[in-house]
């Protein structure tokens, strides 16, 4: 019969934490990448762990935001144990900065929308802002600290999903793209890739901005790429320790002392590519946060695709193909959302439903009749 009993196509963050689930339940897995895993959005990201309304679409999803951070601690523990890597997890609060003459009115607003969504968050005086961060720029005029928040070296995290994914048993496979599912008796038997057909008895879809190219999935996964240009500050002088956030941009601090900065939101098609004006845009909100870094050195630059949909909620669950399973449309929130797409994806396969709350607003079934 089937080789394997799931096969997940696409191995980024969410791929590989899913079939991390799936193998420490047992199961025998396959992960499949089109080129090496991890590579995609995933990459890409900033890491920054925050499940308030970093924009209107994010209140959307801010509760599965909630429910997944508090996760974390478990997933990483698990992760790390393994595979044998430290993947920079750390809890701490981050700073909503505001500028201009309404500072204090977008401070309220903000910090109402985070307690109306059930997450602390309190203004402080811009005074204590600067002691807790000195090279906090003197013209903010109102500050949020937000308690409910982390940060993660994505990039590390992913490789160690993975990796904790193959030593618990799961199989992965660099190189070979998936280009359809396999379907036998009205059930979903496998996947098709160009170097021929695998067999399975469950597939997960997580190929991320790239899984509505597909056109057995499309229907159920109208995903389309939203490109986010990053860079990476490194500086002697201004050192940053909080994740510090405004309107234009943000700041994301790592242990080994580089600065993650972003992000853009342009919709360039499938086009990853860094440009001035991008890059223009990042640097003005860094040095508007800490105009120290004016001096910064350029350390990095790059780009991602992110996985967006027609609601901006992530796609999860079961199609109405029996066997068949979708995982993708994390949009801003793939690594925030990776420990609790792994724990519905799981739920879903291994006993046929999910007792996360409210899931069925991600069913994959929304768009199927469109």
Not at 128 to 139: D, I, K, Q, V
Not at 205 to 212: D, H, I, V
Request: net charge neutral; glycine share 12%; proline share 6%.
């Amino acid at each position: 019969m089937a080789g394997y009993d799931a096969i997940i196509a696409g191995g980024g963050i969410i791929g590989s934490a899913t079939a991390f689930e799936l193998a420490r339940a047992g199961q025998r897995v396959l992960l499949l990448d089109r080129q090496q895993p991890g590579l995609e959005a995933s990459w890409a990201a900033a890491g920054m762990l925050g499940p308030g309304a970093e924009t209107p679409d994010s209140v959307l999803v801010a509760p599965l935001g909630r429910a997944s951070l508090e996760l974390y601690p478990e997933f990483v523990a698990a992760v790390e144990r393994a595979s044998g890597r430290s993947v920079g997890f750390e809890l701490r609060a981050g700073l909503q900065v505001f500028f201009g003459g309404d500072a204090e009115r977008e401070r309220d607003q903000f910090i109402a929308v985070q307690r109306g969504l059930g997450l602390p968050a309190a203004a402080i005086p811009v005074e204590e802002a600067g002691r807790l961060e000195p090279h906090l720029n003197p013209e903010a005029r109102a500050v949020a600290r937000v308690e409910c928040e982390g940060r993660v070296d994505n990039r590390v995290l992913t490789e160690a999903a993975l990796a904790a994914a193959q030593a618990t048993g799961a199989e992965a496979r660099a190189g070979v793209e998936v280009t359809g599912v396999l379907s036998r008796d009205g059930r979903c038997a496998g996947v098709k890739t160009a170097a021929g057909e695998i067999e399975s008895r469950k597939v997960v879809m997580a190929c991320g901005s790239f899984t509505g190219q597909l056109a057995d999935v499309a229907r159920y996964a109208p995903t389309r790429p939203v490109r986010g240009q990053m860079l990476a500050l490194r500086s002697e002088e201004a050192r940053v320790g909080y994740v510090l956030r405004s309107s234009r941009g943000y700041i994301v601090p790592r242990g080994d002392g580089r600065l993650i900065c972003g992000s853009t939101s342009e919709h360039a098609g499938y086009e990853k590519r860094v440009t001035p004006a991008g890059i223009q845009q990042i640097l003005g909100a860094a040095v508007e946060l800490a105009p120290a870094l004016a001096g910064a050195a350029l350390v990095e630059t790059w780009s991602g695709l992110r996985p967006d949909t027609p609601d901006h909620l992530p796609i999860l669950g079961p199609t109405d193909v029996p066997g068949l399973f979708v995982a993708t449309g994390h949009y801003r929130n793939g690594i925030l959302l990776t420990p609790i797409t792994a724990r519905i994806l799981r739920e879903f396969i291994l006993e046929g439903k999910c007792g996360v709350a409210g899931v069925e607003k991600y069913s994959p079934m929304r768009f199927a009749g469109n």
